[in-house]
Nanobody
Framework: QVQLVESGGGLVQAGGSLRLSCAAS????????MSWFRQAPGKQRDLVAT???????LYADAVKGRFTISRDNAKNTMYLQMNSLKPVDTAVYYCNAAGIAQKFWGQGTQVTVSS
């Protein structure tokens, strides 16, 4: 099992920045990749960004050039630096860890961007 705890969400004005953190514990060795997803009210949960164990990154078109995903293996922590935030970025952001046969989720952290 892997436990994931997100932090760093909050209220920010449009154009501002936030950094989300996801601390992982438990069977860390089983993780192949980690991702950030987000879910706005009444909408499906969408992939925001992924980082593999080898450091390869992938971004949704909507956040390319504004968001940066990274991980600190020594701290077992993943980050999402979010710049130039827009009201459409408002959502609950979830941390995800994927192993060979399992996926794990954090509890989510709310990000609200005011116009």
């Amino acid at each position: 099992q892997v436990q994931l705890v997100e932090s760093g969400g909050g209220l920010v004005q449009a154009g501002g920045s936030l950094r989300l953190s996801c601390a992982a514990s438990g069977s860390i060795f089983s993780i192949n990749s980690m991702s950030w997803f987000r879910q706005a009210p009444g909408k499906q949960r969408d992939l925001v960004a992924t980082i593999t164990s080898g450091g390869t990154t992938l971004y949704a078109d909507a956040v390319k050039g504004r968001f940066t995903i990274s991980r600190d293996n020594a701290k077992n922590t993943m980050y999402l630096q979010m710049n130039s935030l827009k009201p459409v970025d408002t959502a609950v952001y979830y941390c995800n860890a994927a192993g060979i046969a399992q996926k794990f989720w954090g509890q989510g952290t709310q990000v609200t961007v005011s116009s």
